[in-house]
């Protein structure tokens, strides 16, 4: 099959629907897939990459490359919908320059609709809660500024855009499109099924563990509720035929992953709580569990510490013990964990 772009790969449903998977590269090195979906009537991106660098040139690029070889329908102006599995900016930033460009209907769980639409204001309200979350993670406050000015550097290149339907207010129906919501990873993540076909987002990937943040700075997310939502998705992702993520290549065994995914979260669980025989912060965890991380990966390293903290100690195995000074403080400080009981949870 003769495609100019060689990274293209195309699938096709059992009745026929023809899937199109566009890789971009959302930040350097860092890749994403958008699809392209002909279920006639329906032409649907799902997702959009990044926006970022030359992430928009690249996807029209894409489809323009599929429109030498397909016809006329496939053209960003033909776009009948955009589908959004989750709102995170490497998935949906390209939408300022896709509303733009085409007359698209925009679609997204209720849950992840105040970001896409409302980016502004999500934007402050986070950057708040992760300026907390990090003082009391023990960063300092000259690491603190660093991070957040890594936090806000890519993000503020999107403007917010007007979503044209949410899922839930759907029945999470479009047409032949179903949609499952499984909160975790982000607030509103979905996955999206079409005949024997399942896309995944970031809910369930290949090759990683898809990232977690603690609940305290969104609602809706954190390590329980993503290991809750991996149990929804498994009735759905076992009987597809065809299981397409959000990053790399298609997945072949994703029954085993989840499996596999529930087994690295609990043995981090174990690991967490062995590291807080002493009390002991939430950076002191993440730098134990993730050695050699620069950059971004230092802030995602801290949200991943956190979200396990939190699961422990919401829980009661682990207690704060400097619990009266946290409390008398005026502003944040670094709170200290301890273990309180033994941690014996297994994945079930
Ligand atoms: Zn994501
Ligand atoms: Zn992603």
Redesign the pocket.
Known sequence: MDMSNPFISRFETGSGAEIFQIPVQAFPGFWVNVYLVLADPYIVLIDTASGFGDANDKLSAGITSLHSRRGETVRLENLTHILL??A?I??FGGLPFLSESSNAQLGVHDLDWRIVSNYEETLSLISRRLEVFFTEAGVSAERRAKLMELYRINKNLYHSVEVNFTYQTENMRLGPFEMLHVPG??AG?VLIRLDDCVFT??HILGDIS??QAPEQLTLSTGLAHYLESLEIAREWVESARLVLP?HKKEITNASSRIDLIKEVHFQRLAQVFACCGQPTTIQQVSRQLFANVSGYNVLLALEEAGAHIEYLHQRGYLRITNVDEVESAECPLPVLYQQARNFTEQPN
């Open positions: 599995t989750h995170h490497d998935h990873h982000t993540h987002g970031d898809p990232h959000g």
